[in-house]
């Protein structure tokens, strides 16, 4: 019955958070009774494991400019002139132009600059195209903003690419922006050249921005390497969001940033950038001493870490996918190419006491200590999404424990 009432709880993607279905999971945990320490494979917060831990630079950096005192006062709500030039010249590096520093908002993680990309957009009428599967939050902004969301479908055996197709038949005259996740949450998927060229052709047909949501950027090991969307802002204006929390190891910083790659001017109007203004001046920023490190965090910060960071992940990622393979059930249609999680399908008709994702995801708690998200959470209904962003023993012991309980409840 208990269960029942969690189900119904996190049944509405648009009224749920990541962060609200997991605690339910974790209460629903019994390790005292199983005796099995929690293992979480739900959360993308890679810095609950050793083997990721931030850079010396970034540490460098913000210890040295705490220590100074000059950053103990109020940032400009844009954010400080150094930290905006400093993330222009880091995303400069793979456009073929070069941002200038008014073009980039400081703010408070990625959460953040999705809620104002979004406010500054609204308007009465207006929807939203939304991949399915998608990270929750957009969903939950835009009901906020009394924005109507469409979804488009993702296809997972083409590696996750965008329905083009649908794109265009959901969009209409109110239609005023679309969001592409790349590398992806919740998929793991990385875009090649050419079909994030389309994207930008099929917005500038439709006459819509296009949201580039880059927490994850230059997270790639896989055959398609890390191209920004920006590079085809040309093409149709981007307002790409980012941070330095999955690259950098620093979630808990949140410092993220808002961009509008717009070489050609069709977005930047003085009206559009006064909006971008004044929702910075009611939100504020992150903490102006993380703001003032990040001139040395993005220059000092050697290739070396961000090498071993994407070998830990391709290596975790192939013990997933490897691991999921012979554990009946489950499937993974495709495996993952970029970021720190990717979904995985259930063949619920194999298998016997299990309704559903919450469900199944409740059971495992209680009975594993695994904690995995719901594919409901992020838009598909029976799937999973499982984090590779973990240390390799303990995965192994979770997928191990996974494997356990599918065997248990299997026909």
Known sequence: MELQTQSQEVDAPTTITIKGILGLLMSNTDSKENGKRVISLGIGDPTAYSCFHASNAAQEGVVEALRSAKFNGYAPTAGLPQTREAIAGYLSRDLPYNLAAESVYVTAGCTQAIEIALSVLARPGANILLPRPCFPIYGLCASFRNIEVRYFDLHPEKGWEV??????????????????????????????????????????????????????????????????????????????????????????????????????????????????????DINGGPATFIQAAVPDIVEQTQEVFFKKTINILKQTSDICYQKIEDINGITCPTKPKGAMAFMVKLNLSVMKDISDDIDFCFKLAKEESVIILPGIAVGLKNWIRITFAVDVPALEEAMERLKSFCERHSY
């Open 163 to 280: 329905d083009l197709d649908a794109v265009a038949d959901l969009a209409d005259h109110n239609t005023v922006a679309m969001v592409i996740i790349n590398p992806g949450n919740p998929c793991g998927n990385v875009y090649s050249h050419q079909h994030l060229k389309k994207i930008a052709e099929t917005a500038k047909r439709l006459g819509i921005v296009v949201i580039a949501d880059e927490v994850y950027g230059h997270l790639a090991f896989g055959a398609n390497p890390f191209v920004p969307m920006g590079i085809f802002g040309s093409i149709a204006p981007v307002l790409t969001l980012g941070s330095l929390s999955k690259r950098w190891l620093v979630p808990g910083w949140r410092l993220g940033w808002l961009v509008i790659n717009d070489p050609d001017g069709s977005l930047m109007s003085p009206k559009f950038v006064e909006r971008i203004k004044k929702y910075c």
